[in-house]
C-alpha cells in the first residue's frame, strides 16, 4: 500500500474500533504492513470498506487472535456532581458494550430497553361530529 492511503487505512481501524498494534516497511517495495487488532463484531463488511476508501490498494487478511473484555460498563451513565458537569444530565454518546450487548439481545430475540417512540405527544383529532 502507498504511504498516502495509510491515513484512510487507519481511520476505516479507528471508526471500527479497532487499535494499530504493529506497522512497518515492507523491505524491498514501498508497500505497509499493519497488524491490528478489532472487535469481531465490527469486522463485518471491514474488507468492503477499506477497498473502497483506499481505491483498492489495501488487502486486509483477517483472523482471529483472541477473546478480549471490553472494559466499559454497558449500564454507564452521570451520577456523581463532576460527571454532570462533564457530560450533562443525558450523555448521548455510543457505548460501545450496550451496543453489543443489544444487538446480542435483538439476534437472540431477548428484551431491549430500545424505544421505539421517545418524544411523543398525544394527537387531537379535530373532526366536527354533527
Given amino acids: 500500500m502507498k504511504f498516502t492511503h495509510l491515513g484512510k487505512l487507519y481511520a476505516a481501524l479507528g471508526k471500527r474500533?479497532?487499535?494499530?498494534?504493529?506497522?512497518?516497511?515492507?523491505?524491498?517495495?514501498?508497500?505497509?504492513?499493519?497488524?491490528?487488532?478489532m472487535p469481531v463484531a465490527e469486522s463485518f463488511k471491514f474488507a468492503l470498506e477499506l477497498r473502497t476508501h483506499t481505491?483498492?490498494?489495501?488487502?486486509?487478511?483477517?483472523m482471529f487472535s483472541h477473546w478480549e473484555v471490553i472494559d466499559i460498563d454497558p449500564f454507564w451513565r452521570p451520577r456523581t456532581e463532576e460527571e454532570y458537569l462533564h457530560w450533562g444530565e443525558k450523555w448521548d454518546g455510543v457505548n460501545r458494550?450496550?451496543?453489543?450487548?443489544?444487538?446480542?439481545?435483538?439476534?437472540?430475540?431477548?428484551?431491549?430497553?430500545?424505544h421505539l417512540v421517545q418524544h411523543a405527544e398525544k394527537q387531537r383529532t379535530l373532526s366536527k361530529k354533527k
Wanted: without cysteine; aromatic residues 4%; proline residues 2%.
Fill in 17 to 37: 474500533s479497532g487499535r494499530v498494534v504493529a506497522s512497518d516497511l515492507q523491505s524491498g517495495s514501498s508497500s505497509f504492513r499493519v497488524r491490528a487488532l
Fill in 97 to 114: 458494550a450496550k451496543t453489543y450487548m443489544d444487538a446480542v439481545r435483538t439476534r437472540k430475540g431477548l428484551a431491549t430497553d430500545k
Fill in 55 to 62: 481505491s483498492g490498494l489495501a488487502a486486509p487478511q483477517m
